[in-house]
């Protein structure tokens, strides 16, 4: 991949290890007091975010600043990383 090139991927299909930064999530596969949250919890545009797990429920462990959250396969569905 070229440098300066950016490519935007579902959280839920990368690897464990790999790194992005939060380009979106899909506000219809998530309620609005579940975007709000993701929000206060700081889930928000341009936020680094790293798979740490993935769960055999095809849900991941991320981690944001310093703090590390599961998320179940459909949440992580909807998001979009900038990689």
């Given at each position: ?5 950016s ?9 464990t ?47 944001v ?6 998320l179940?396969a459909h949440?992580?569905?909807?998001m979009?990383?900038?990689?």
């Amino acid at each position: 991949m070229d440098k300066g090139v950016s490519m935007i991927a579902i959280l839920a299909e990368l690897d464990t290890g790999q790194r992005g930064h939060l380009e979106g999530i899909d506000a219809d596969s998530v309620s609005p007091e579940r975007y709000r949250r993701f929000s206060q919890l700081g889930f928000r545009q341009g936020c680094p975010i790293e798979i740490t797990q993935r769960t055999t429920g095809g849900g991941v462990v991320v981690r944001v600043g310093s703090a590390r959250y599961a998320l179940d396969a459909h949440t992580a569905q909807a998001m979009r990383l900038k990689l």
